[in-house]
């Protein structure tokens, strides 16, 4: 048996995939995985998500977590900025409801189109 000694152009190295994402989209979502990339904030999310009327105060999130409230406001600035949440001051207390669709936004960035 004897081996080629070339190798067809057309049977490897041809790029096969190319990204639909852009640079400033992949960084985008690569913010909002990052966001809940920590255990406490996934806690964050599935407590507001589950709290009647679909919002939460800081001042109902700390106990569950077993964090502070300035350790929980961090967390909860981080998911707002990654756009998971949004937040709403009444009076001298934070609240926070899930941003609608923005994980689904984030797991369909990884999808093919």
């Not at 406001?73 to 926070?96: I, N, P």
Request: net charge negative.
């Amino acid at each position: 048996m004897s081996l080629p000694t070339t190798i067809e152009q057309s049977a490897c190295c041809v790029p096969r995939i190319t990204s639909t994402l852009t640079a400033e989209d992949a960084e985008r979502v690569a913010r909002v995985f990052k966001a809940i990339g920590d255990p406490t904030r996934v806690m964050l999310l599935s407590l507001i998500a589950s709290s009647s009327g679909g919002e939460a105060c800081i001042c109902d999130l700390t106990a569950p977590v077993g964090l502070s409230q300035g350790t929980v406001s961090h967390h909860m600035k981080l998911l707002a900025d990654a756009g998971l949440v949004t937040r709403e001051q009444r009076g001298k207390w934070a609240y926070f409801a899930l941003n609608d669709g923005a994980l689904d936004a984030a797991a369909d960035a990884l999808r093919s189109v």
